[in-house]
């Protein structure tokens, strides 16, 4: 049996933290076994939000593939490879822009909530449109049947799929009908209660070191009726109790009872959730180092992933020359 194909990918804007581990990456890395994996970092989609900082995107990709493989993504089994590496990109998303229409873009919630929350008004660049349009190039590029990706990347699915039947439709059957693979993302907010982001300053990242863990953890937010040792906690109201339901499953009843029955202060509940914490990223953290001191070693994955990704990427347009008699 042949197996199924995976594209997905993410945008290189910075470190990554422990809710995309448990989000995405852990979830990328069990599939694969099940797949045959494509993981791309979007280096062009960066820059339809970053078109005037582009000096930190080149070290970000680096930085987010270093993150990828110290979590467990596995060069030799997977493709790991930068978008612009692979020129395809742009001719196929060239050619699909041609059958897509600008009202059924215009339409996308990702892109109306970007124009707002951006404040971009009349100034909305031309490739922030296109963004869905690109995206549906790197799935069908590889003819990825399946993406796995979170709820808000929905939208942009719906898109490709359309794009799909469009381009079959119009000229001939070339392209899968890609499936998103929605994973159980369980919920694990910042050390302050609030969405974990980097811009809050309130994650915690796979590059943090001991330290770092520490005095986080140190700052989280605990239930705030609970004043004295003596008085009995709510852990459901309780940031750190939630660090517990992720990553700290032997322990949480009994951490769960004594914060109910005050048998347990917030210190030391802290401190079990350090060490677990600590010894969850610890096989990342060393691979981390390795991968670190070993600039070359990056460049060498990045450029087979290339070659790997760039023969799928050509012997696909051949395809879609020869469909639409180019
Ligand atoms: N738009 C995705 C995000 O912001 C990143 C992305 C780019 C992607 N190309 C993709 C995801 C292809 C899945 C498949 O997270
Ligand atoms: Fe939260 Fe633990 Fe304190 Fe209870 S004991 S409030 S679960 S930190």
């Known amino acids: 049996m042949t197996k199924g194909r995976i594209l997905s990918g993410m945008r290189p804007t910075g470190k990554l933290h422990i809710g995309h581990l448990v989000g995405v990456l852990d979830n990328w890395v069990n599939l694969q076994e099940d797949y045959d994996c494509y993981f791309e970092v979007a280096d062009w989609h960066a820059l339809t939000t970053k078109y005037d900082s582009t ?75 296109g963004y869905p349009v690109l995206q549906a190039a790197d799935i069908l590029l590889y003819k990825g049947d399946t993406v796995p990706v979170g ?78 040792l003596d008085d009995p906690g709510d852990p459901e109201v309780c940031s750190v109790y939630d660090f517990h339901k992720i990553f700290n499953q032997a322990e949480l009843e009994e951490l769960g009872a004594a914060c109910r029955q005050a048998d347990i202060g917030c210190m030391d509940c802290k401190g079990r959730l350090r060490e677990v914490l600590i010894a969850e990223l610890a096989e990342i953290r060393e691979k981390r180092k390795e991968l670190e001191s070993n600039p070359e070693q990056i460049d060498e994955i990045l450029a087979q992933g290339a070659a790997k990704a760039r023969k799928v990427a050509r012997a696909t347009m051949e395809e879609v020359r020869a469909a639409m008699k180019l």
Do not use: C
């Not at 467990?72 to 050619?95: C, N």
């Not at 119009?170 to 890609?178: D, S, T, W």
């Open 151 to 228: 709820k808000d990347q929905l939208p942009h699915l719906e898109l490709t799929r359309e794009i799909s039947r469009r381009f079959n439709y119009l000229y001939q059957e070339v392209f899968p009908e890609p499936e998103p693979k929605l994973t159980e993302v369980p919920k694990l907010l910042g050390t302050d209660g609030r969405k974990m982001s980097k811009s809050y300053g309130n994650a915690i990242f796979l590059a943090d070191g001991k330290e770092e863990i520490e005095a986080k953890v140190k700052e989280m937010v605990t239930d705030p009726q609970r004043v004295r």
């Open 55 to 129: 000096e930190s995107i080149r070290e970000n990709s680096r930085e987010l593939v270093i993150d990828w493989i110290s979590a467990g993504i596995d060069p030799e089994e997977s493709v790991v490879f930068v978008q612009s590496d692979v020129k395809e990109h742009a001719e196929l998303h060239l050619l699909l822009s041609m059958i897509t229409s600008v009202s059924r873009l215009e339409r996308n919630p990702t892109y109306k909530e970007q124009i707002e929350e951006l404040n971009l008004g009349n100034s909305v660049p031309y490739g922030l449109l």
